[in-house]
């Protein structure tokens, strides 16, 4: 989690928190279907896809600010379900995207710490165990 603090600064803290919950996920539930390595980056990327695009549609009224966010974390969740990549965590990141907007080096940052995340968790499988 230092590591991911370091990258990213408090004005990307919406990022930070769906890094969290899925350093969360792989540490306390290891054994959790949304913390197995193909969830994890696959739930991010979705996110990522689906918050950079509709970062792109104009929502400057509070009412379409909010439709906007709403469809990102939707269209996200659904892909995950119909792809079978469902991690919770990557509609976040679809929100911090929809919120923030795109920019290359976020997108690398989280492409990044989620391989990281998923290959310890591929190397720590036999130690690791549920606290939950």
Excluded: Y
Excluded at 50 to 75: D, E, K, M
């Amino acid at each position: 989690m230092a590591i991911v603090l370091l990258a990213f600064s408090m004005q990307q803290a919406t990022i930070v928190t769906s890094l969290a919950a899925t350093i969360f996920i792989v540490f306390i539930a290891p054994t959790s279907p949304a913390a197995q390595p193909r969830k994890v980056i696959g739930g991010h990327s979705i996110g990522l896809l689906c918050g950079s695009l509709l970062s792109l549609v104009p929502h400057t009224l509070p009412v379409t600010r909010i439709a906007v966010f709403a469809v990102a974390v939707g269209i996200a969740s659904l892909l995950m379900a119909l792809l079978n990549m469902e991690h919770p965590p990557g509609a976040g990141t679809a929100l911090a995207l929809a919120v923030d907007g795109f920019a290359v080096d976020i997108v690398l940052a989280v492409l990044i710490g989620v391989a990281i995340l998923a290959l310890i968790h591929r190397l720590l499988r036999p130690w690791l165990k549920d606290l939950v």
